[in-house]
């Protein structure tokens, strides 16, 4: 399985990804396609690890300050060259860099698969039920149309029980209220076109209706569909509370304990927790609804994100999450239930 | 100081009110007006008490599963009874009955400030910053304008310098990144109009452009502006993750830790915890852009949130900020910078 990885734009550089892929060698066998500066990873490449991977030269990346409008001409830019790679014959494809620049070529260049309005950014949350919520779209989509969210549904759906193994999954609207008349205009109307649409019609256990934010952690529903701008802000604010939850946090402890005791207690107590809400473990998020396996990670990862994010991207290869997507759309090209989108 | 306090609807019931009005009334002089279920009520008023409160009987309130337009026409419910006492000479009201109800009524009875389009609910957010940042709308209005949304950043405004007292506080929309050209198409009206009224734009220190979910915790700037349905959001997910980490970290304690070890950490290391993240400490939301001070408590209040929303109703009318804000808005008025809300 060729597995491309993007070395450019991410906000550690270049070491951290190297690791991931050489972490990710160690367990699974795949072969990695690295795209980037060739002199800079050289020099974090061992001559182990330079006999398994392919290194294509391309120093040029898209910055975060760039347009992701930039990217779709930047035809020597790492993710453009990466992209193309993946389009002509890889397995997928793993980038810590430019989110927007990422999405835009896979769109482009991968081709949505038919059906599909709008590719949507798919992150798992963390929770403390028996399964992690998946989120979607938490980014790439920032104003909605309601059909667009029947087709997260759909895409998330077919991703937690294609990918993620979950056994009869479970779909919710994110919502300011629970019952069936909360919502804005929009989810009001992508309430009534998922209740309306044939698979979840047919199995009424799916479709839950309306969830709060708090659902999200303790996993009322497996899928929770919004809109990317509404999804990007709940992404943030859970980071930031955790971020504040954890410092406060260590403040008291040094407030109340000794350094060494103090210093035990974060390392135990806040060992689950960080395993828990970590990001890293939750490797990158997909992007759904293109027509092969591409995960998004943290501007911020480090290389057990990356590492994560690649056995995400062998397990949606391996789950052929692209083709079941395309037969669970396949359904919706054939049908009339839902109007076209403009 | 007239207060008029609701003691129905709310999910524990009279009692944690009564108790929230008698804790108030030993640090704060002022003549509570109590309406409700005077028989239920009596049971937990004592002597002492009784003599210090005025008791209006009105067994009926508006449950939570009603809809909010049922309040306007149901002139025996306690909400209904409670906003005319507060129209008619009172000076303050709290409530932690049915939200939509209060709103719905205070907007109707005692009506909007001149020159605001839409009231909004506003409330604080935990914080490791300085100052606690606030964040509104969070519930009342869930389709909004981009004028509503410049009308809530002079609200904010206005209630974080008269009301809290911040020195030099200072704005922000939240979006989906902190560059200026992120948002959805309605936040980038917004930002637009909140940027060009003379308030901010003859101040421009005070509008800070857009902000991002992590923004509010640690308090990048005072004042969050939002539409309702995202503010609820972000509310309901701020709940759901301070209550999962808390969740993850008992079972952590108590997997590490023997059972009284275990007790002693979780009540000296979430001592403070629960007090930056406890609503009860920061008593109420006050709907803002009303002619007096309403202030609208959770459901689930406690006797020490009661207590908390009436000092905030208090200090809400000491501070003069329903006159502070129609001086505000007068200057709005007088300008022709925004079109009329239709």
Known sequence: ???????????????????????????????????????????????????????????????????ATEALKRKEASIFVGMDI?????????????????????????????????????????????????????GANTDCKAEYLLDFAILGYEYAKSVLGYGNPTVGVLANGEEDSKGDSLTKEAFKLIHDYPLFANNPSI?????????IFINSVDVVVCDGFVGNIVLKTTEGVASAIGSIFKTTIKEHFSAKIGAFLLKEAFGTLKQKTDYAEYGGAPLLGVNKAVIISHGKSNARAIECAIYQAIRAKESGVAEKMAQAFSHKNAGVQSPPVS
């Open 1 to 67: 399985m060729k597995i491309v990885v993007d070395m450019m734009g991410a906000d550690l550089g270049v070491l951290p990804i190297i690791e991931g892929v050489s972490k990710a060698l160690a367990n699974k066998a795949f072969e990695p396609i690295l795209v980037g500066d060739a002199k800079k990873a050289k020099a974090f490449i061992s001559k182990d690890l330079a006999s398994k991977v392919e290194v294509i030269d391309c120093p040029d990346f898209i910055r975060m300050e760039e347009q």
């Open 86 to 138: 993946l389009k002509n014959g890889a397995d997928a494809l793993v980038s810590a860099g430019h989110s927007g620049a990422t999405m835009g070529l896979a769109t482009l260049k991968l081709g949505r698969i038919k059906g599909v309005s709008r590719p949507a950014l798919c992150t798992l949350m963390p929770s403390v039920g028996k399964r992690a919520s998946l989120c979607l779209d938490v």
């Open 207 to 215: 479709f839950k209706g309306n969830v709060e934010g708090n659902d």
